[in-house]
T-cell receptor
């Protein structure tokens, strides 16, 4: 069964600190892997996307990495800000099928404290 | 630019009452449309998707139904709500062709509480 598992489930860090969120997947092969940010009570917003051949992708203070051999992705947040408090969702696209075949992780809930 | 509107933002309904959640998309034509449910601690679950007017695919058997009366309008309905229908419902749209730089675009969701 294709799965996407994220860790930790929740995380608390102090403002200005760095953190790394993990995503392990069993979807193989896959087309691309996205990270979404979801503020409380809002819809998810795409942060980064990587194909299976890409190793890293940055979007400001967010850097996603991908290791297709170990089937792991990470999202690194640098110099965290209070506005980074949100859930971060890892989403994998199987090569066959459309957006209706996306596999979502349960997310990591990040809280940044002053 | 494209925008997606979803309403209401929150809704409290008694068990057995009907439901109608609406989603509209602006700034694009002939999009694929989706309804997701998000439960705490679980990944988004696809409920319905539509590739065109009147074309609905159901992913999970349940107490809900969906309709697409217009190109950019997607409605989630129920004739009689159950307690288990409580949750956070998200509408989304995508382009017809899957592309590297084209993600799913989500609305801001409806928090439904069935009492």
């Amino acid at each position: 069964k294709n799965q996407v598992e994220q860790s930790p489930q929740s995380l608390i860090i102090l403002e200005g600190k760095n953190c790394t969120l993990q995503c392990n997947y069993t979807v193989s092969p896959f087309s691309n892997l996205r990270w979404y940010k979801q503020d409380t009570g809002r819809g998810p917003v795409s942060l980064t996307i990587m194909t299976f051949s890409e190793n890293t992708k940055s979007n400001g203070r967010y850097t996603a990495t991908l290791d297709a051999d170990t089937k792991q992705s990470s999202l690194h947040i640098t110099a965290s800000q209070l506005s980074d408090s949100a859930s971060y969702i890892c989403v994998v696209s199987p090569p066959s099928g459309g957006y209706n075949k996306l596999i979502f992780g349960a997310g990591t809930r990040l809280a940044v404290h002053p | 630019s494209q925008t997606i509107h979803q309403w209401p933002a929150t809704l409290v309904q008694p068990v057995g009452s009907p439901l109608s959640l609406e989603c509209t998309v602006e700034g694009t034509s002939n999009p694929n449309l989706y309804w997701y449910r998000q439960a705490a601690g679980r990944g988004l679950q696809l409920l319905f998707y539509s590739v065109g007017i009147g074309q609905i695919s159901s992913e999970v058997p349940q107490n809900l139904s969906a309709s697409r009366p217009q190109d950019r309008q997607f409605i989630l309905s129920s004739k009689k709500l159950l307690l288990s229908d409580s949750g956070f419902y998200l509408c989304a749209w995508s382009s017809k062709r899957i592309s590297y730089n084209s993600p799913l675009h989500f609305g801001n969701g409806t928090r439904l509480t069935v009492t």
